[in-house]
C-alpha cells in the first residue's frame, strides 16, 4: 500500500537541496504541511489545488507539536496523501520522529524522505570540509538551542567532547552561542582553535565569520539569529575552499518582475552566480477573452504564407492551442515560420517546430526587412499571433510592403497579483535602497510597475537602484516613466542580460574599492 505521509526532509534553505524523491511526493500530495524555515519557492512544485498549511512559528496560528502529530492523521485519515516538508532532515534535531512514531502508533502508513542536514550543508557551503585527512576521525554534532528562553550552554560533556578530538559541529542558538564558545575554551579546546560560524546557511544571504575560537569569543557583537558552528582544524581550509561567497554576484539583492511563468531561467542563471533573486512579478500571463480569432486562424494553418512568432509567449499560445484545436502539429506543413530571437525558436523547438528565419536583431521591428529579403512581400498571407498589448508597427510596416497581415490575440499581459502573503516588501526594500538591481524584460512589465509603484513615485524608487533592460523596447517604455536603464546588453536574451549585470557590478565593486 501506499504511505499516506511523506515525511520529507527539504535541506537547511536553497531549494534546489531537496531530493528527487522529495520533489515526487511533494508534486503529488494532496496537502501539503509545512514548516516556516522550508524555502517559499519549494511550495511552487505543489500541486495548484493542493491545501498548503503553514504550521511554523511564524504562521498566524502556530501549531504545537501534539496539534501538528494529530494534523497529519487527520487529513491522512480523510484519503488525502500528505507531504511533511521539514527542514534539514527529519531525524536530525527535529521532530521528524516523534511524529513518525506517533503515526505508526495511529496505524497510518508512512514514509521517511531523508534530507541533507543543516550540519553537512551549511559548512560545505561554506567551503569547510567536515572531514579532511589530518582533521582528526570523528565529527561530532552538538544541538545547542533546546531551550530558546535560556542563555546557558546545553549540558553536556564539554571535557568527554575536547578528547575526542575531530571536527565539531554544533546548531547553535543566537543565546547560547557566546556560551557556547566559552565552554568550548573553559572544557579542553585550545583558544587558538580554528572555527567558523555560519549565518543563513545555503541562502544568498548566508555570512561566515571565521577566525580562532579566541577570536569568536572575542567578538563585540554577534547576529541574533541561529547559526551553525564548526570547531577543528577543518575550519582553517575555508579560505582555501570557498566558493559560494565567491561568486560574482554573492550577496546582490536582484528584483526579477517577470511573470512567474517565465521567470524560471532569469532566476536560475542569477542565482547560479550567488544573487539573491527577488521575485516580483508585475505581469501574469492569461488566455485571450475569445479564443475564436485564434481558432479560426489556427483552422486555416495552412494557408498562410508565414506565420510570425514574436515571442517565446506568442509561440508557446499559439502552438498549445493548435494542439488542443486540431491534435496534430502537422498542420504546419508548408507553413514557413519566423522567430525574433533564440529563445522563440527554443521555445517552438520544443515542439519539434524549425524556424526558417530568425532576424539577426532581436526585436520585432527587425522581421521586416528581414522578410523582404526572402522575396517579395506583396500578396503574401502572413499571420501574426500576439499579445493583446502587443505594438501595431511590424504590421503596419508589412502593410507598406504589400503582404496581407492577420493579426490575432494568442494571449493577454495582465496585472500580476502584487504583495502576495509572504511575498517581500518591494517598496520599503526600494525606500531603504536594499535593492541592487531591478530587471525589466518587457514594456509591460514597466508599465506595471509603474501602475503598481504609481507614476510619480516609481521613477524616484529606483533612482538610487540599478535598472537592467532587456532591450531598447524596454528602454524607451522606462524613459517615458521617467526611469533611466543603467544596464542593457548587447543581445536582446535573458543570459546577456544576466551577463550584463555581472559585468556592471563587477565594474562598480573596482571603482568602490579604488574609492576605499
Not at 143 to 151: A, C, F, L, N, Q
Not at 281 to 293: L, Q, T, V
Request: some cysteine; charged content about 25%.
Amino acid at each position: 500500500m501506499r504511505p499516506a505521509v511523506y515525511i520529507i526532509g527539504t535541506g537547511p534553505g536553497d531549494p534546489g537541496l531537496i531530493s528527487v524523491r522529495g520533489l515526487r511526493a511533494l508534486t503529488e500530495a494532496d496537502v501539503v504541511i509545512y514548516d516556516h524555515l522550508v524555502h517559499p519557492r519549494l511550495l511552487r512544485y505543489a500541486r495548484q489545488d493542493a491545501e498548503k498549511i503553514d504550521v511554523g512559528s511564524a504562521a498566524p496560528q502556530p501549531l504545537d507539536q501534539e496539534a501538528i502529530c494529530y494534523l497529519l492523521v487527520e487529513k491522512a485519515r480523510e484519503g488525502k496523501v500528505v507531504a511533511r516538508l521539514k527542514w534539514g532532515d527529519p531525524f536530525v534535531f527535529d521532530r521528524g520522529g516523534q511524529e513518525a512514531l506517533f503515526l505508526h502508533e495511529q496505524g497510518v502508513l508512512f514514509e521517511v524522505v531523508p534530507g541533507i542536514p543543516a550540519a553537512i550543508a551549511t559548512p560545505g557551503y561554506a567551503g569547510v570540509p567536515v572531514t579532511y585527512p589530518g582533521g582528526g576521525d570523528t565529527v561530532t554534532f552538538v544541538r545547542g538551542h533546546e531551550d530558546h528562553s535560556s542563555v546557558t550552554a546545553p549540558e553536556i560533556d564539554w571535557n568527554a567532547l575536547a578528547q575526542l578530538g575531530g571536527t565539531v559541529i554544533c546548531y547553535a542558538g543566537p543565546r547560547q552561542l557566546p556560551e557556547i564558545l566559552k565552554a568550548l575554551t573553559a572544557h579542553g579546546f585550545a583558544k587558538d582553535e580554528s572555527a567558523a560560524i555560519v549565518y543563513d546557511g545555503t541562502l544568498p544571504s548566508q555570512e561566515t565569520v571565521e577566525g580562532t575560537l579566541q577570536d569568536l569569543i572575542e567578538l563585540k557583537t554577534l547576529r541574533q539569529k541561529p547559526a551553525i558552528l564548526v570547531v577543528g582544524r577543518v575550519a582553517a581550509l575555508r579560505q582555501h575552499l570557498r566558493w559560494f561567497d565567491e561568486r560574482p554576484l554573492f550577496g546582490k539583492r536582484i528584483v526579477v518582475t517577470r511573470s512567474r511563468e517565465q521567470a524560471v531561467e532569469l532566476v536560475d542563471l542569477l542565482e547560479s552566480l550567488g544573487a539573491e533573486a527577488i521575485e516580483a512579478p508585475m505581469i501574469r500571463i492569461a488566455p485571450p477573452d475569445d479564443y475564436g480569432p485564434l481558432d479560426e486562424a489556427i483552422t486555416r494553418a495552412g494557408s498562410y504564407d508565414w506565420i510570425l512568432f514574436t515571442s517565446a509567449n506568442a509561440a508557446d499560445a499559439f502552438v498549445r492551442r493548435l494542439l488542443a484545436v486540431s491534435g496534430d502539429i502537422r498542420d504546419l506543413k508548408g507553413v514557413k515560420l519566423c522567430a525574433v530571437g533564440p529563445a522563440t525558436s527554443a521555445r517552438l523547438a520544443k515542439y519539434g517546430l524549425r524556424v526558417d528565419l530568425e532576424p539577426a536583431e532581436y526585436v520585432s521591428e527587425a522581421i521586416v526587412p528581414a522578410l523582404r529579403e526572402t522575396g517579395e512581400l506583396t500578396g503574401k498571407r502572413l499571420l501574426l499571433p500576439r499579445a493583446d498589448i502587443a505594438r501595431e508597427v511590424v504590421a503596419e510596416e508589412l502593410r507598406k510592403a504589400g503582404a496581407e497581415v492577420i493579426e490575432v490575440t494568442a494571449y493577454r499581459t495582465v496585472l500580476a497579483e502584487i504583495e502576495r502573503e509572504g511575498d517581500p516588501d518591494i517598496y520599503r526594500m526600494l525606500l531603504e535602497t536594499r535593492i541592487d538591481v531591478v530587471t525589466f524584460t518587457s514594456a509591460s512589465t514597466v508599465k506595471n510597475f509603474v501602475q503598481v509603484f504609481g507614476a510619480d513615485q516609481a521613477a524616484d524608487l529606483l533612482r538610487k537602484t540599478a535598472v537592467a533592460s532587456i532591450g531598447p523596447v524596454t528602454a524607451e517604455a522606462a524613459e517615458q516613466y521617467g526611469i533611466k536603464t543603467s544596464i542593457m546588453p548587447k543581445e536582446y536574451t535573458i543570459p546577456a542580460l544576466v551577463e550584463a549585470i555581472v559585468e556592471q557590478l563587477l565594474v562598480r565593486s573596482k571603482a568602490a574599492a579604488r574609492v576605499i
